[in-house]
């Protein structure tokens, strides 16, 4: 790996140690099916024996991740709520975790109605305030939980920030950074623990595949980590994870033309009447903007807005032309969704409220588009909605 430490993201993307297959030259990682490996003697085992445990393919994009995030070890998962929910298994019974009050809605579940069964405590909070986070500390904290930026209002976690608070308290660190990815944060640099991914966004980028993936960089946490991805066994299969392994060959093409997009998006939308608020950290006047410039190469291609009303929503939703209307992320084509009723539906309405995901903030994940065009059918779309209100 060092003899990399001298090249820029974009080409470590294509030149990393799996470029080409040492055995006969490839340019593409084989798929290895094999469940099981033949052994030469009793005595001494090779490198492989089952593919739970570790699989050639698998371990490619396990050392591929491993290396874009700088960290020593990187692990493959059949979802990013596999690699989310493993990665909670280093905590106990009788532990508590601070959280991001806005995370994910499936990270929101988990940690609500099933580690909470298992004893394991939790305190939501504003990420963006390090006072409630230490207000919330517990003498058995032993984990925060950050995803930033967060899902839906894009609010920015000063990583170092929290990362020195849970060292003073011997706590474990996560970052979900799904929304960013390596090409433009790197937690582990930032003093992150673990991070998390759900691959079936950015990483992969054409949704056609679900797969997660976990980094660290202290050896000892990875001999952990390791111990419960073969216990647990929430592995990534190996044509999934060769398609991760596609997509992130031009994750940095993809993510430079779609945050670019989803700037020019916010700043058409913040000038839009019926357009109540946006949030994207790009803008100038996003609360957490320097912490963004700071900590992270760019804002991200992902965007949330607020319309009028519901009314003015539906309206919108219904003549968009352009973007998929769906749950999910991070694809080669915009992705508009509701958080309310998608990725938040698992979150009691009252605990959406108190959060400010309204029923009238819609979500834009920016594509490959030329946003001229994004720009253009969201003013048609909006032209009709207004339409709409003055009936
Ligand atoms: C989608 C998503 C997840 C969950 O990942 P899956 O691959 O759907 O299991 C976790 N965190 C964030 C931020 C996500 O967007």
């Not at 995370?103 to 305190?123: A, C, D, K, N, P």
């Not at 990583?159 to 799904?178: F, H, R």
């Amino acid at each position: 790996m060092s003899e990399n430490k001298d090249l820029s993201f974009e080409t470590l993307l294509l030149h990393n140690q799996h470029k080409f297959d040492s055995s006969n030259g490839a340019v593409s990682v084989p798929i290895q099916h094999a469940s099981t490996f033949h052994q030469a003697n009793p005595e001494q085992f090779g490198k492989y024996d089952y593919s739970r445990s570790a699989n050639p393919t698998r371990e490619a994009l396990e050392d591929i991740i491993a290396e874009l995030e700088e960290g020593t070890r990187g692990f493959a998962f059949s979802s990013g709520m596999a690699a989310i929910s493993t990665a909670f298994l280093l905590l106990s019974s009788g532990d508590h975790i601070i959280i991001t009050e806005d995370v994910y809605g499936g990270t929101y579940r988990m940690v609500t109605s099933v580690l909470s069964r298992f004893g394991i405590e939790h305190t939501f909070v504003d990420m963006t305030d390090l006072d409630s986070i230490r207000a919330a500390i517990r003498p058995n904290t032993k984990a925060i939980y950050m995803e930033t930026p967060s899902n839906p209002l894009l609010k920015v976690t000063d990583i170092k920030a929290v990362c020195s608070i849970a060292k003073e308290i011997g706590a474990l660190t996560y970052v979900d950074n799904t929304f960013l990815t390596p090409a433009l944060q790197k937690p582990l640099n930032l003093g992150a623990d673990i991070v998390l991914h759900s691959a079936t966004k950015f990483l992969s980028g054409h949704s056609d595949v679900v797969a997660g993936l976990a980094v660290v960089k202290d050896p000892e946490l990875g001999e952990r980590l390791y111990t419960l991805q073969n216990s647990f066994g929430a592995v990534l299969g190996v044509q999934d994870a060769w398609l991760v392994m596609r997509g992130l060959k031009t994750l940095h093409v993809r993510m430079e033309h779609s945050m670019k997009s989803a700037q020019k998006m916010a700043e058409y939308l913040q000038t839009h009447p019926l357009v109540k608020a946006v949030h994207y950290p790009g803008l100038e006047d996003h609360p957490e903007y320097s912490i963004q410039q700071e900590q992270a190469r760019g804002a991200g291609a992902v965007l949330s807005f607020e319309l009028e009303s519901e009314t003015v929503l539906n309206s919108f939703v219904a003549n968009a032309q352009l973007p998929v209307f769906a749950v999910s992320l991070g694809a080669v084509e915009s992705i508009l969704s509701y958080p309310a009723k998608m990725s938040h539906a698992a979150m009691p309405a009252d605990e959406r409220e108190k959060r400010g995901i309204s029923g009238g903030l819609l979500r834009l994940s920016a594509g490959l588009e030329n946003p001229d065009d994004l720009i253009n059918d969201f003013a048609q779309a909006l032209e009709k909605s207004r339409v709409k209100v003055q009936l």
